[in-house]
């Protein structure tokens, strides 16, 4: 007879049991000291008797923008319309790679010399400075000067809650103001960062407009030092922004009061089409010599959702005092995710250090942007040709990602119900997610909801 083989798995199980048999030998062993009725006893745990230690754990309610994507994934219906999430989707309807990422990335996956090295606790330093010069313009006296530090962050959420934890430590102020309404997020990152939340008016519901004597009032009455969050541009969940000459009061009254600015720009290039454009209110509070704190997205300009690709950059009185706040943010950083993922800011470097690259994106970005600017018109000018009841003109007034409708809570539930539209019950809706096939059938759900649910 030829010899006998046994498979790799048999194998491995009778090693297993064998070392399992040599464990309870050793565990029956009689020791000297515990006399020879010594026997050991093991206790079960709840995870094989009784109820589990986590019984008292209540289930949470689904995330009110991301419970959207799941209720809209359990609707069969072929007509359904998915308004909820912020992505970018094409005409087709369809999530959008930039030619200029795939062309980076093809790059990157050709270079053997890249290794998957852990990054330092600050992230990659190329990806850092370009970031910087993005937001606050290439000429920037604060960059010249070294007063900019950058870490690279688990994108705007991730950039956020960095600096956020890092004023809590340091900041003798743990108050952040931030605009009512906001993205539902960022007030669960400041409270669990240790800072204490207030709100100040920022959306008028009569106008669907800016009430800006509000915000002035708010803020006037805001503590000295109190930090404020003011979103750069395309205002999230609104699509409402202060005017150039608005933005300009608000830094004067902010510097007057010794405010401190957070700004969360999470579509630069996105809301207009222009990088600079996007840009010109933090640089507003740059010019002036001002401290301020900037988290950065690359999810939305780049369309790298899930890469998690972000950057906080704070900028200070002197380059002394930014280094020092840099070794502090490290302090920040360390235990709460080490450093930073590798792949996705290599992408972003990648665009942004090469000239040819970098105007490439510009030009996807305008189109993605131009695209969401013309489905606002498509929008307006569906519902006027219907006769819908209101003035609608803050569609195209608004501007980025998303329109706040004005639709209340009854009547997005009636257009869920009724039309499959899934949107969050603020009545936001993802102007992203519409193509040029959908909006007569949105147009149609919000007349019959306005007429109907009035």
């Not at 900028?315 to 943010?329: F, G, N, P």
């Not at 040709?385 to 639709?407: A, Y």
Request: net charge positive; with cysteine; hydrophobic share 40%.
């Amino acid at each position: 007879m030829g010899p006998e083989f046994t498979s790799s798995s048999s194998s491995s199980s009778s090693a297993t049991d064998r070392r399992l048999s040599a464990l309870v030998r050793h565990l029956t062993t009689t020791s000297p000291s515990m006399g020879s009725q010594t026997t050991v006893t093991f206790s079960p745990t709840s995870g094989f008797h009784g109820d589990s230690v986590f019984n008292h754990v209540v289930r949470a309610p689904e995330d009110p923008i991301l419970g959207v994507t799941v209720a809209y994934n359990k609707d069969p219906s072929p007509v359904k319309l998915n308004l909820g999430v912020g992505a970018y989707r094409t005409e087709e309807g369809k999530p959008l790679v930039l030619n200029v990422v795939r062309k980076a990335e093809q790059m990157l996956v050709n270079d053997r010399t890249r290794v998957k090295e852990y990054l330092p606790i600050v992230g990659l330093a190329d990806f850092n400075k370009l970031s910087a010069k993005l937001i606050f313009g290439a000429d920037s006296p604060a960059i010249r000067e070294n007063r900019v530090t950058t870490v690279q962050c688990l994108s705007g959420t991730g950039s956020l809650r960095v600096g956020a934890e890092f004023l809590a430590r340091h900041y003798h102020q743990r108050t952040i103001y931030i605009p009512q309404p906001t993205w539902g997020n960022h007030p669960k990152i400041f409270t669990l960062s240790g800072l204490s939340v207030k709100t100040y008016r920022y959306y008028d519901p009569a106008t669907r407009g800016l009430n800006f004597q509000g915000l002035l009032e708010d803020l006037g009455s805001a503590p000295s030092g109190s930090i404020v969050l003011l979103h750069a541009c395309a205002h999230n969940p609104t699509g409402v922004d202060p005017t150039l000459q608005q933005w300009e009061q608000i830094r004067q009254l902010m510097r007057s009061k010794a405010l401190l600015p957070f700004f969360d720009s999470a579509y630069q290039g996105f809301a207009s089409g222009s990088l600079d454009a996007d840009a010109q209110s933090v640089r507003m509070f740059v010019a002036d010599g001002g401290e301020c704190f900037v988290a950065q997205s690359y999810a939305k300009n780049m369309g790298l959702y899930g890469e998690r690709v972000g950057a906080l950059s704070v900028v200070c009185k002197t380059a002394d005092v930014a280094s020092r706040v840099e070794s502090q943010l490290k302090l920040v950083v360390r235990p709460m995710f080490s450093n930073p993922p590798i792949h996705g800011a290599s992408i972003v470097a990648t665009i942004l250090k090469d000239r040819n690259m970098h105007n490439e994106w510009t030009i996807e970005l305008k189109a993605m942007a131009d695209r969401i600017i013309s489905m606002r018109q498509k929008l307006f000018d569906a519902l006027r040709s219907r006769g819908t009841p209101g003035d609608w003109s803050h569609i195209i007034k608004q501007i980025g990602m998303f329109t706040f409708t004005g639709l209340n809570p009854e009547q997005v539930a009636f257009m869920t119900r009724e039309y499959h539209i899934y949107m969050t019950s603020d009545g936001r809706i993802s102007m992203a997610g519409l193509s040029s096939k959908t909006v007569p059938h949105l147009a149609d759900a919000i007349h019959a909801a306005v007429t109907r649910m009035s």
